[in-house]
């Protein structure tokens, strides 16, 4: 049972690169989860989704886009990278139902704008 | 306002001994869920724990146990026996509102604990 898994797990990109980061989970979560990490501060979200075709923004949404065409995937877009969007990047999915819903972590991506 | 705010940056504690991590919160749900996760030194992010806001009894989970004080608005992680394994950063997270919907967590700064010998 692998969980939640990312790919790829580190990446440095140029200034204006665009690369997509892909969270998978094979636990039929229903919610799926991006946030980043950085240093002093804890995570922050980015984007969620409820459901195989949904997605929300978060708290940190600007300058990404997700997709979550599959269930089981949720990808994370950087169409025109900065050196702001500098960090760790996790994914995490949850189930869904009225209980703890307790969020499960991928191992991360540590990504590099240069 | 900090929604959740943990005032110790860093924190020691002697291997076998108990140590507290504090945590406060803010928020004006009655429905609400609170969190604590553990990010070792490789960089995943652990589940450890979690209360939620009408559970009347402490959340206990092997050697963590939830300090939850309502009316302070604190839900401080105990560990009791320290391990050396135990060094990591912790973090304290929060839901806001019913449960049954995408738990979007609020994270505090992180504690991090150093277990010494």
């Known amino acids: 049972n692998a969980g939640v898994t990312q790919t790829p797990k580190f990446r440095v990109l140029k200034t204006g690169q665009s690369m997509t980061l892909l969270c998978a989970q094979d636990m039929n979560h229903e919610y799926m989860y991006w946030y980043r990490q950085d240093p002093g501060m804890g995570l922050r979200l980015i984007h969620y989704?409820?459901?195989?075709?949904?997605?929300a923004k978060g708290e940190v949404p600007d300058g990404y886009n997700v997709s979550r065409l599959k269930k089981q995937n949720f990808l994370l877009g950087l169409e025109s990278a900065a050196p702001s969007q500098t960090s760790v990047y996790f994914c995490?999915?949850?189930?869904?139902?009225?209980?703890?819903?307790?969020?499960?972590f991928g191992p991360g991506t540590r990504l590099l704008v240069l | 306002a900090q929604k959740i705010t943990q005032t110790q940056p860093g924190m020691f504690v002697q291997e076998k001994e108990a140590v507290t991590l504090d945590c406060t919160y803010d928020?004006?749900?009655?429905?609400?869920?609170l969190f604590w996760y553990k990010q070792p030194s490789s960089g995943e992010m652990i589940f450890l724990i979690y209360q939620g806001s009408y559970d009347e009894q402490n959340a206990t989970e092997g050697r963590y146990s939830l300090n939850f004080q309502k009316a302070r608005k604190s839900a401080n992680l105990v560990i009791s026996a320290s391990q050396l394994g135990d060094s990591a950063m912790y973090f304290c997270a929060m839901r806001e509102g019913p449960g049954g919907t995408a738990s979007k967590l609020t994270f505090g700064t992180g504690t991090r604990l150093q277990v010494t010998l």
């Open positions: 989704s409820v459901g195989e075709g949904t997605t």
């Open positions: 995490a999915s949850s189930y869904n139902g009225p209980s703890q819903e307790t969020q499960y």
């Open positions: 928020t004006s749900d009655q429905s609400y869920g």
